[in-house]
């Protein structure tokens, strides 16, 4: 073998090398930023852990009008943990458990909870994950797409989010955040098969998510609005988030 020939295999060597440690460099650095984005759009959809979060969530008719409301007052709390509980007549007395990837439901009357899952339908297409959990740094990891133009010519971020555990409501996320404030513009919600479950739409008032829109892509195609009527900070007492704790005392406040 020449010596030129050498030292081109060499440089092509050498070339390589460096090649997988800058990849093995811009994966972590990917992945830092990716969960710095996370964190600050986490911050418009709920701005602290130990949260009470008045929620309103309502089925769309098709023309425009509102076919059915409910109401439920939702306790965020740190470690992956939530309790709802149901405010509206059709629903009054029943609450909800979240501890990370367990769900309860409880009945008036029942002694025993029920398992249920984050993919349990509350109004519409809004189901127990949607307003129970409310981490997407958490609970997801992911690869930053790119910029791209949203809606109204304003600049994007968009992320291809993965989930961390099988029991979220969703797989994937194709999430587009503001570019300057990193606060969620829209989302592509695909379930464990891989459909697009749902299109999710995100609107800011004073400074926080005000509302998420759901719009089906599975069957009905009709849009379910969440509202976020208050946010305020409490923690709940340990006891509140006992299933059977829960099951003993039908009435908490």
Not at 189 to 218: N, P
Request: aromatic residues 6%; contains cysteine; hydrophobic residues 40%.
């Amino acid at each position: 073998m020449s010596i030129c020939n050498i030292q081109a295999y060499r440089l092509i060597a050498t070339a390589l090398l460096l090649s997988s440690v800058w990849s093995a460099q811009a994966a972590p650095d990917d992945a830092a930023q990716v969960h710095d984005l996370l964190v600050a759009a986490d911050r418009w959809r709920t701005g602290a852990d130990n949260l009470v979060v008045e929620t309103e969530v309502q089925l769309m008719a098709r023309d425009g009008s509102v076919e059915k409301e409910r109401r439920y007052t939702v306790f965020v709390q740190a470690g992956h943990k939530s309790l709802v509980l149901m405010r509206s007549p059709a629903e009054a007395g029943q609450k909800m458990l979240m501890l990370g990837d367990d769900y309860w439901l409880l009945l008036p009357g029942s002694q025993r909870p029920m398992r249920i899952t984050a993919t349990q339908k509350l109004l519409g297409d809004a189901s127990t994950g949607d307003i129970a959990t409310m981490s997407w740094a958490d609970d997801y990891t992911g690869t930053l797409v790119g910029d791209e133009v949203c809606e109204g010519n304003k600049p994007c971020r968009h992320l291809s989010l993965q989930a961390a555990r099988k029991g979220l409501s969703y797989q994937r996320i194709e999430l587009w955040l503001g570019k300057a404030k990193h606060e969620p513009i829209r989302a592509e919600l695909y379930v464990q098969s891989d459909k697009l479950a749902k299109l999710a739409s995100f609107t800011i008032d004073h400074g926080q998510v005000g509302a998420m829109v759901l719009t089906d892509r599975l069957a009905s195609q009709k849009e379910t609005r969440v509202r976020y009527l208050s946010r305020q900070k409490r923690q709940l007492p340990e006891a509140w988030l006992n299933p059977m704790f829960l099951a003993r005392n039908p009435v908490l406040e």
